[in-house]
């Protein structure tokens, strides 16, 4: 007896399961953290991140360890990124002002970018939210503000041994002084404050640190 063929469609082959076959763990992570940098870590939850990177819950866990882990990795490739970001602004061979003007004007980009408009800075307004609850993400955020302080003091050290600043000048204060504006800057930008405004009150910053120029 011959046998009919049948019409029907082959069986479908079985749904895969994980991670999807284009994950790629540094595009989840740029994602996650992206998340987080909006939302901070206690208000994102991990449907959220599931969203995020379309990974599900077991492929988050499994690429990432828990949501402590996902968001300390998340935070350390956000500091790498602006590590690099500002190396060459404060390495860059010019005169001290223009050099503090280029890094408050690179800082205020960061601040202002973000498909959703500006998410400041991660630290600042977000980390720094969750530093009450979380020894591990309380130690990031100090560490990260201090390396932003050494940073100025190390540009403004220099800047009294070339005699470009006054042998009198203490660079720790105004270390701080331009910490202090960064994160004003991170808090207005996300508060959407006008970019004309922000603008003007780094040259006015400028000015307050180094003083009038002549």
Request: aromatic share 6%; net charge neutral.
């Amino acid at each position: 007896m011959v046998q009919k063929k049948s019409n029907a469609p082959p069986p479908a082959s079985p749904r895969p399961r994980g991670r999807p076959r284009a994950y790629r763990p540094e595009l989840a992570l740029a994602q996650a953290r992206d998340a987080f940098w909006r939302d901070g870590f206690a208000a994102t939850s991990l449907d959220d991140l599931s969203a995020a990177t379309g990974m599900n819950r077991p492929s988050l866990y499994a690429a990432f360890g828990d949501k402590q882990a996902l968001y300390v990795k998340a935070y350390a490739s956000y500091r790498a990124e602006v590590r690099e970001t500002f190396r060459p602004l404060l390495l860059a061979e010019a005169p001290l002002r223009e050099k503090l003007r280029r890094i408050l004007v690179a800082a205020l980009d960061l601040y202002s970018s973000g498909e959703a408009g500006p998410r400041g800075c991660f630290t600042v307004l977000t980390a720094s939210s969750d530093v009450v609850a979380d020894p591990e993400i309380r130690a990031l955020v100090v560490e990260a503000l201090t390396s932003i302080d050494e940073g100025f003091a190390r540009l403004f050290a220099a800047a009294v041994e070339s005699g470009e600043l006054p042998g009198d000048v203490d660079p720790a204060r105004l270390a701080h002084m331009a910490g202090a504006t960064v994160h004003s800057l991170s808090v207005r930008a996300r508060a959407r404050v006008a970019r004309n405004d922000l603008e003007t009150l780094i040259e006015d910053a400028v000015v307050t640190i180094l003083g009038p120029s002549v």
